[in-house]
């Protein structure tokens, strides 16, 4: 089966077996961000963003990204330059085994995009779906705070 999507600004046609998930497509094209957690969509930790909205890879199947516009963690920087999502939580100490920090980013960076009221309840709510043993999610959620209202300002 032929898929054509946006994977990180780039056109893909992907020739999939019909039951593909999307993290098995991400993973097989070492897209290595995208985190192999639980297969139910409970962990958070194959977060992507999918039209801006995040969601769970290993809950879509390839022929449901036909289409859609694919963002993995790999878009956000470059060897030189860390995203400013990515550039907070480092300056935040907010990521310790890092297995949930990809995910958590994805999460942050689509609560940005909905260009809302940045409040507590609305990050700890787009943090709800990535689960993290170490950190105890004190430090995300402030660095995520910093990062959103930064840029609430901004756009004012």
Do not use: W
Not at 4 to 19: H, M, S, Y
Not at 25 to 34: A, F, I, K, P
Not at 68 to 84: A, G, N, P, V, Y
């Amino acid at each position: 089966m032929i898929i054509q999507f946006e994977l990180n600004g780039r056109l893909i046609k992907a020739d999939t077996d019909p039951g593909t998930t999307l993290l098995e497509y991400l993973r097989g094209v070492e897209l290595y961000s995208v985190k192999h957690g639980c297969d139910h969509g409970e962990c958070g930790a194959c977060t992507v963003l999918m039209n801006s909205k995040s969601v769970n890879a290993c809950l879509i199947l390839m022929h449901a990204v036909g289409g859609k516009k694919i963002e993995t963690l790999e878009s956000f920087s470059t060897h030189e330059q860390l995203h400013e999502i990515q550039e907070s939580f480092l300056q935040a100490g907010a990521v310790q085994c890092g297995f949930c920090t990809p995910g958590m980013l994805l999460s942050v960076e689509a609560l940005d995009r909905e260009n809302g009221e940045v409040t507590e309840a609305k990050v700890k709510d787009a943090l709800n779906g990535n689960l993290c043993r170490c950190t105890g999610y004190v430090k995300p959620v402030e660095a995520a705070l910093k990062v959103l209202k930064k840029n609430q300002e901004v756009s004012k």
